[in-house]
């Protein structure tokens, strides 16, 4: 068990710039999630996979982020045009189905937009 | 819907003395309800979980907490605190079995003096 990485760990770039981050999750696990941490505060839920399924998808993701999960395995976050207020830690969690369904988290990707 | 309140969001203990760690929360329907513990610039490490099991409930490093439904509570202790045990501490809910998404408090900061 090599647990969720995510990559890359620090990513900063100018606003206006795309950016892409990549989560690889527990290999068992059907369940991927995507949060975005702001300082001082607790992860907020964006969006989760079951599989390559796409199945919730909060409002906090705007028309410039997109998430995939291809083949049911690794998953990107891309938010294109960044602004100054995507700047955050994003955490990427998986899970497995019919489980009591606890979170593993990666380490994390922060953001810093300039 | 979920919501968790953590109250205080710096607290302080000399090594040795006893943690406590307060949350409460809300659910429309029977919660699943977990601690995480954050140490700087890394993802969420699970503390502890309850899943409608037992309801005090025993985690790693010597920490437990204690679902009590009648109080909407799952404080987190620890007899004795250690050094080692300064951290963000995150409280979270998710809908139950099935549910998803995972709703966090906003978090405590724990200090330990020597």
């Known amino acids: 068990d090599t647990g969720v990485s995510q990559d890359p760990r620090h990513k900063i770039t100018k606003r206006g710039q795309n950016v892409t981050f990549r989560c690889d999750p527990i290999?068992?696990?059907?369940?991927l999630y995507w949060y975005r941490q702001t300082l001082g505060q607790g992860p907020e839920f964006l969006t989760y996979?079951?599989?390559?399924?796409?199945?919730?998808k909060s409002r906090l993701l705007s028309d410039r982020f997109s998430a995939e999960r291809p083949k049911g395995s690794f998953s990107t976050l891309e938010i294109q045009r960044t602004e100054q207020g995507d700047s955050a830690m994003y955490l990427c969690?998986?899970?497995?189905?019919?489980?009591?369904?606890?979170?593993?988290f990666g380490p994390g990707t922060r953001l810093t937009v300039t | 819907a979920q919501s968790v309140t953590q109250l205080g969001s710096h607290v302080s203990v000399s090594e040795g003395a006893l943690v406590l760690l307060r949350c409460n929360y809300s659910?429309?329907?029977?919660?699943?309800l977990f601690w995480y513990v954050q140490y700087p610039n890394q993802g969420l490490q699970l503390l502890l979980k309850?899943?409608?099991?037992?309801?005090l409930v025993k985690g790693i490093n010597g920490f437990e907490a204690e679902f009590k439904k009648s109080e909407t509570s799952f404080h987190l202790t620890k007899p004795s605190a250690h050094m080692s045990d300064a951290a963000e501490y995150f409280c979270?809910?998710?809908?139950?079995?099935?549910?998803?998404?995972?709703?966090f408090g906003q978090g405590t900061r724990l200090t330990i003096n020597p």
């Open positions: 969690a998986s899970s497995l189905l019919g489980t009591t369904y606890e979170q593993y």
């Open positions: 290999s068992e696990h059907n369940r």
């Open positions: 996979f079951q599989n390559e399924a796409q199945l919730e």
């Open positions: 659910s429309s329907v029977p919660p699943y």
């Open positions: 309850y899943t409608s099991a037992a309801t």
């Open positions: 979270a809910v998710s809908g139950g079995k099935g549910a998803q998404k995972l709703v």
